[in-house]
């Protein structure tokens, strides 16, 4: 069985080889994978141009565009309104 440090118990099953094998379907599960994500993936302190978020995303799923989409309708990510960049929401996530 896989091992994968950091990763939230719940979300162990949807990785593999620290690749994200799969965007959960239900709201409550997703939420919680796209705040592991953002937490892990992004600096709360710095700005980053949408290739680089999906540079970032890149690393644990091929579809970036849904990543960073779920993640900016959950406002996890903010996206300026002409869209040249985004920035992590500076949430508390309990």
């Not at 996890?76 to 920035?87: A, F, K, M, P, T």
Request: hydrophobic share 40%; net charge neutral.
């Amino acid at each position: 069985m896989d091992t994968h440090p950091g990763v939230p118990r719940r979300l162990t099953g949807f990785f593999s080889h620290g690749r994200l094998t799969a965007i959960p379907v239900r709201p409550v599960v997703r939420h919680e994978l796209l705040v592991h994500l953002t937490d892990t993936l992004f600096d709360p302190d710095r700005v980053y141009s949408e290739g680089e978020v999906n540079d970032a995303f890149r690393t644990v799923h091929d579809d970036t565009a849904a990543l960073r989409r779920y993640c900016v309708v959950a406002g996890l990510l903010v996206r300026e309104q002409d869209g040249s960049s985004y920035r992590r929401a500076a949430l508390a996530h309990a």
